[in-house]
């Protein structure tokens, strides 16, 4: 049987005239009791022992209870608080504390000036619904929680700290203008359902140490930092949430290895997906809408797995640098103003079964030789600029892609190599394939069909190696050699109605190539004479001179006479 005490500031029949002494008649009779509290201002320090009910009588914060400074309510034992206002300042052990047992507080409101608002203590528990914390921050240590229906304002710390192993679950709450993060989850683990995370200055949701957390169905929304964060080996996943207006949708680095399923991360100011410092990740089913930057980034040793994601908007879409890896699969992006896929500085990225459209350059590749990427089963459509571009010493290597609709096909240049198999060029306003500069280019199974000026085309010292392509209806030439660039070609065929077949500069082999069109060698440019340069501001000799040293345009000149003979050189 439950032992109801009531307490009434103007006192009554048999009622308290504080909470202090119906707690302490309570703990007297060491039986379960409902403590009802009628509308006032209590200013008292409440210890709470045993089965004990602390219920307002009015409405939700018609009663308040407060301190100077310090605990406002400690509780030991099944503490349950029922519409409550608890008011504290510098509570560095929480307005609320939860030494032991399990607490509950519904329908409560706490506020922490310079404080924490609740700090559950290892081994104990705490059930928070329908309630708002204000100021402070609650604090899950080594503890268990479950939260519903909550409201966090204005933190000037962590909103929700998870801690020291604890286990939390968060549902349908909200988090606003935490001055750090919104929930962090440090060497613990947490479940985040349903919730809303506005307006923090760091992270809105945090996992670092090892941490673990699940998160669903959440929303982020105008962050300073990233939406969320998985650092220092942390796991988890997150699952149908809606990001906008962050800095990065979610950071993952140092080792750590969510899953990503289904989210948006919409506006983003840098990153939709960054992935740097040996962060991990898998990526899946993931929309990326207008990144100030990049939407999707893998840096400084990175390595996520992407799946069936979208890319619209931004400037680019896939970026793999400064010594990153990447695998990405059936994956879409379009309408961006840079460069759809770019790998750089020794990094090394997979692309397969990708489509890019409407960017101005499909894949990008730049670095020295330790920098690769692979192209596989994509096609890249109505570009400004180039499908592909390999440049430095990088290499690139494509299997089955179809470019169509654009200025060039592929390009290497400088040093780079690159390597295509079974692929198409189409409806291309320049050429097929460019090689540049000392690049190197080997080519197997091409089409190129309906290139306004060039099928290939291949200029400096570049080097050729095609075989078995073919090159129809290019409107100038099938291939071009300028330059001191060679190649051959093997089982080649140039067909259609352009001015010729091949232009070269007898740097070529031509042995099997099969075309109705003209083969045309360009003459290379006769030597230009020596040129003969007259400086008319230098002495003038009228004799023979020997074993003279001349200086000019300077202004000190060490005179020298050295004994030799001037007839042979010997001396004397």
């Known amino acids: 049987m439950v032992k109801k005490y009531v307490v009434s500031p103007h006192g009554g029949r048999g009622a308290h005239p504080d909470i202090g002494s119906a707690l302490r008649a309570a703990a007297a009779r060491g039986r379960a009791a409902r403590v009802e509290i009628s509308p006032g201002h209590y200013e008292e ?12 009588l009015g409405e939700p914060g018609s009663v308040v209870v407060s301190r100077p400074r310090g605990t406002v309510l400690d509780g030991l034992g099944a503490v349950v608080v029922r519409g409550l206002v608890l008011v504290g300042r510098d509570a560095d052990a929480g307005v609320v504390d939860c030494q032991a047992g399990a607490l ?34 609650v604090v899950f240590a080594g503890s268990a929680g479950h939260v519903e229906r909550c409201r966090f304002a204005d933190c000037a710390d962590n909103a929700l700290a998870v801690i020291e192993n604890a286990r939390v679950t968060v549902r349908a709450s909200r988090v606003d203008g ?69 800095e990065n949708g979610i950071l993952v680095a140092s ?9 948006v991360f919409a506006d983003c100011r840098d990153t939709g997906v960054h992935v740097q410092d040996a962060g991990r990740g898998t990526f899946e089913d993931c929309e990326i809408l207008g990144a100030g930057n990049i939407g999707v ?20 879409g896939i970026a793999v640098t400064d010594k990153a890896r990447g695998r990405f699969t059936r994956t879409v992006v379009r309408d961006l103003t840079g460069v759809a896929l770019r790998v750089w500085d020794e990094s090394k990225a997979v692309f397969e079964q990708i489509r890019v459209e409407r960017c101005p350059f499909g894949l990008e590749t730049r670095g020295n030789g330790g920098t690769t990427a692979e192209l596989t089963d994509t096609t890249i459509h109505d570009f400004d600029m180039a499908a592909v571009v390999a440049v430095g010493q990088s290499r690139a290597t494509l299997k089955g892609v179809c470019a169509e609709r654009g200025l060039l096909g592929f390009s290497a240049g400088e040093e780079a190599q ?12 320049t050429g097929g394939v460019l090689a540049h500069g000392t690049a190197r280019l080997v080519v197997a199974n091409l089409r190129v069909t309906d290139a306004q000026s060039f099928g290939v085309c291949v200029t400096g010292s570049a080097y050729l190696d095609v075989a078995h392509s073919r090159f129809a209806d290019c409107a100038a030439t099938g291939l071009r050699f300028d330059g001191s660039g060679g190649g051959r070609l093997v089982e080649c065929a140039v067909t259609g109605t352009g001015v010729t077949a091949v232009q070269h500069n007898g740097r070529v082999d031509l042995s099997t190539l099969r075309t109705t069109l003209p083969v045309v060698r360009i003459a290379e440019p006769a030597a230009a004479p020596a040129s003969v340069v007259n400086n008319y501001y230098g002495p003038v000799f009228h004799h023979a001179v020997h074993h003279a040293q001349l200086a000019w345009n300077n202004s000190t000149v060490v005179q020298q006479q050295p004994h030799h003979s001037d007839e042979d050189g010997v001396g004397p």
């Open 418 to 429: 690159l390597h295509v198999h079974d692929c198409d060029v189409s409806a291309v306003t």
């Open 45 to 56: 320090r409440l210890a709470v022992r045993g089965e004990v009910e602390l219920v307002a």
């Open 255 to 263: 080792g750590a290895d969510p899953s990503v399923h289904g989210c």
């Open 104 to 137: 509950v507080l519904d329908r409560v409101e706490v506020r922490a000036h310079d404080g924490v608002c609740v700090h559950v203590r290892p081994h104990a528990a705490a059930t928070l619904t329908d309630s708002r914390f204000r100021f402070g921050r």
């Open 178 to 246: 935490a001055r750090i993060h919104g929930v962090r989850v440090s060497d613990a683990w947490a479940h985040l359902a349903g919730c809303e995370v506005t307006g923090t200055e760091k992270a809105a949701v945090m996992a670092d140490t090892r941490a673990e957390l699940i998160v669903e169905d959440c929303r982020v929304d105008a962050v300073h930092m990233a939406a969320f964060a998985f650092v220092e080996q942390s796991r988890g996943s997150v699952r149908g949430a809606r990001v906008t207006d962050a």
């Open 297 to 316: 980034l893998s840096t400084r040793g990175g390595a996520p797995r992407v799946a069936d994601c979208r890319v619209t908007g931004g400037n680019v």
